[in-house]
């Protein structure tokens, strides 16, 4: 139980790979809030089970892209549970399309939501971590923010932001005992993946020199052990979580 006592608080946790860190997060003894939008049904099965598996857990409704909301919900979170020790910035959302016919509602929306959020949400928490002098921030970013994707301009340039924002966060906040890290997962089997068609999925294999697309469990492991003692020494750093699949620095 190496993370009893600490309350995390995990963006978009209603499903997928968010729901993963849940529930990991809470198994190691953390008190873990489930934030969601508009699904209220998949949170609360999130939250049944971290229960289930004997873990303590609470859902918070806010947009992350939503300033006011952000600012709120993670005043009251505190307020009731006196701290936020660990945030992971997981929410993101896709708008693809060309970049020739891509409108800016489309990349506004996706910059507000994968980038901005996790400024705001980051934001939000820092001032309690600093006053306590320990916080761990870890935020979700993508493959694709490192190799690109066709008609995905939006949702590479927010992911690839993320890690500029970690590592200047990270220089930022170390002197108070706050690290600040990335994972950048690689193709994993969600509701997105599982929609599409098998010589889709099969050829996207084909890219992963382990030859099968990763499952939510291994992107919370990551995100568990920079929240954990384990990961103590490391800051400004990004885990990639992706069967092989980009081998850069």
């Excluded at 806010?62 to 300033?67: G, H, L, M, R, S």
């Excluded at 005043?75 to 016919?101: F, H, P, S």
């Excluded at 008609?151 to 170390?174: F, H, I, P, S, W």
Aim: with cysteine; net charge neutral; charged share 15%.
């Amino acid at each position: 139980m190496m993370l009893e006592n600490k309350v995390a608080l995990v963006t978009g946790g209603s499903r997928g790979i968010g729901r993963a860190i849940c529930v990991h997060l809470a198994s190691l003894g953390a008190t873990v809030g489930v934030n969601y939008v508009a699904n209220s049904a998949a949170a609360e099965e999130t939250l049944g089970q971290i229960q289930t598996a004997g873990g303590k857990g609470f859902m918070v409704r806010f947009d992350i892209a939503d300033p006011g909301a952000v600012q709120q919900s993670i005043k009251e979170t505190i307020a009731g549970y006196g701290q936020i020790d660990i945030l992971v910035n997981n929410a993101g959302i896709t708008r693809d399309g060309l970049v020739a016919l891509m409108s800016e509602k489309d990349w506004d929306s996706v910059l507000d939501t994968n980038l901005k959020g996790a400024f705001l949400c980051s934001k939000a928490v820092v001032r309690t971590m600093m006053k306590k002098r320990w916080g761990r921030i870890i935020n979700v970013s993508s493959v694709v923010g490192f190799v690109g994707n066709g008609g995905q301009v939006n949702y590479a340039a927010a992911k690839a932001g993320l890690t500029g924002l970690t590592k200047a966060m990270a220089r930022e906040l170390a002197g108070r005992n706050i690290t600040v890290n990335c994972v950048a997962p690689g193709y994993i089997v969600t509701d997105m993946t599982d929609n599409l068609q098998e010589d889709v999925q099969e050829s996207l294999k084909a890219q992963i020199p382990l030859g099968t697309l990763g499952a939510p469990e291994d992107v919370a492991a990551a995100v568990a052990f920079l929240a954990s003692p384990g990961g103590n020494y490391m800051t400004g750093q990004t885990l990639h979580v992706n069967g092989g699949m980009y081998m850069g620095h």
